[in-house]
């Protein structure tokens, strides 16, 4: 696997216009976002979660661990969290 968790020889390719939600192997879920595209992240009552300034992506934790929620702060390599979700091979 590549540091990202995506398989050797793998390639991204990158949809303009368009963001991109990657669920990394025992990790969190990458939004990767085009420049142009803006995005908010709200609680349940619609306050908005202040965002790192200048990235092209947002980790989100899904381990339910974090001490950041709703962003990942790594706590899932120490908890043994394990997800590996495929996508259906294309036909």
Do not use: W, Y
Request: hydrophobic fraction near 25%.
């Amino acid at each position: 696997m590549t540091p990202d968790g995506r398989p050797p020889g793998s390639e991204q390719r990158a949809v303009p216009g368009c963001a991109t939600v990657r669920c990394r192997v025992d990790g969190p879920l990458v939004v990767e976002l085009p420049d142009d595209i803006c995005l908010r992240v709200t609680d349940h009552l619609g306050n908005e979660f202040p965002l790192p300034n200048g990235k092209p992506s947002v980790a989100l934790c899904r381990c339910g661990q974090s001490h950041s929620k709703p962003f990942c702060d790594g706590s899932h390599r120490e908890t043994g969290f394990s997800a590996a979700e495929t996508a259906p091979a294309p036909e």
